[in-house]
């Protein structure tokens, strides 16, 4: 057995081992924990400055920050509502957002897809119709004047219908701006012919008569009998015999000697001499008498009226037994 002595010298040796490992007064242990402390203080300051580096990165009014916030809200609403788990954290709730999104996106995706496939389809068709219509139009050039024609025809009617719109509105124009005159002329009881003599008569450059003392009080150089389909023209000597000089100076075509059966277009022909003088000897006009013998209806008898007054004034005359040779033709061919 182990002597007492051998005893204290075996503690005496461990304590000055003990003192040995001593660094001013601290175990290895303690050594360590302070080391891991520090550690820990160290990695606490990195990370404290990284959130603080990824807050300045990211300004708060930033779409990324409002996205962020949202996705925030979102996580803790969805916690306490019990749509998400208790324990999921916002990174991971996050990232199924992103997923359910970029799903979204692919099913958009597809259905345009599949919108263009239609489109195709149908552009596909129209250009097989279009193929087919180039290949009926080739086997038969006769289609392609025949469209050509109708166009032309479109055309034209447009045409047609653009100048009568035109002419519609002028019409209506000169409608309204003669409305009063029309109303004076009512009041007055001068039929249109009637009012127009006396305007020219009284105003200061009003046309004169190229035969006779006014418009008012014409020499008559003709009287005219319509009938349907022609004019018979008989001159007034009485008339004639005043104004002789003035006879022998109208144009050839004018000059009508003995009584004539014209027709339409012989009688426009002829009485475009009379405007032709007019023009030349201070714009006059001549005065006509007017017979109604022949015409079937109103509307010939206003044609016919409105013809001859292109061309003079026309003055009706109703008792047929004036006319200046007393009788008028009953029927007349005219070839």
Same mark, same amino acid.
């Given at each position: ?16 081992? #003990? ?24 990695? $606490? @300051? ?15 009014? /930033?779409?990324?920050? %409002?996205?962020?916030?949202?996705? &925030? ?40 897809? @599949?919108?263009? !496939? ?30 050509? %024609? *109708? +166009?032309?025809?479109?055309?034209? !009617? +447009? ?18 701006? %003669? @409305? ?15 009012? *127009? ?14 035969? $006779? &003392? %006014? ?14 389909? #022609?004019?018979?023209?008989?001159? !007034? ?27 339409? /277009? ?37 044609? +016919? ?5 292109? #061309?003079? #004034? ?17 029927? +007349?061919?005219?070839?």
């Amino acid at each position: 057995m182990a002597s007492d002595r051998d005893l204290l010298a075996n503690i005496s040796g461990q304590s000055e081992d #003990y003192r040995k490992g001593l660094v001013l007064g601290f175990t290895m242990a303690e050594i360590m924990l302070i080391l891991l402390f520090l550690l820990l203080l160290l990695l $606490g @300051k990195e990370l404290r400055d990284l959130y603080s580096e990824l807050d300045s990165s990211i300004p708060k009014d /930033s779409v990324q920050a %409002s996205v962020g916030k949202d996705i &925030e809200e979102q996580w803790k609403e969805a916690v306490e509502n019990g749509i998400a788990p208790k324990d999921m954290p916002l990174d991971q709730y996050a990232g199924k957002l992103i997923f359910k999104s970029e799903a979204d996106q692919l099913d958009v995706l597809a259905a345009q897809i @599949k919108s263009l !496939r239609e489109q195709l389809k149908t552009k596909e068709l129209d250009i097989e119709r279009l193929n087919d219509l180039i290949q009926e139009l080739e086997s038969d050039p006769e289609y392609i004047k025949d469209l050509e %024609s *109708q +166009l032309a025809e479109a055309k034209d !009617r +447009l045409e047609d219908l653009v100048a009568t719109e035109m002419a519609l509105a002028e019409a209506e124009k000169k409608v309204e701006e %003669s @409305k009063p005159l029309a109303d004076a002329l009512a009041e007055a009881n001068l039929s249109q012919k009637e009012g *127009q003599q006396c305007l020219l008569a009284c105003g200061a450059t009003g046309r004169p008569a190229c035969w $006779g &003392e %006014s418009i008012q009080n014409p020499d008559f150089i003709y009287d005219i009998a319509m009938y349907d389909d #022609y004019f018979w023209v008989a001159l !007034r000597e009485e008339s004639l015999a005043k104004n002789l000089d003035k006879w022998n100076n109208l144009p050839n075509k004018a000059r009508i000697e003995t009584p004539t059966f014209l027709s339409a /277009s012989d009688f426009r022909k002829r009485m475009t001499g009379l405007v032709e003088y007019g023009k030349t000897n201070d714009n006059c006009v001549f005065s006509v008498r007017l017979f109604d013998v022949g015409t079937s209806t109103k509307q010939m008898y206003k044609d +016919l009226r409105q013809l001859v007054g292109n #061309y003079a #004034y026309e003055t009706p005359v109703r008792d047929t037994s004036r006319w200046t040779e007393g009788a008028f033709p009953e029927t +007349l061919i005219i070839e």
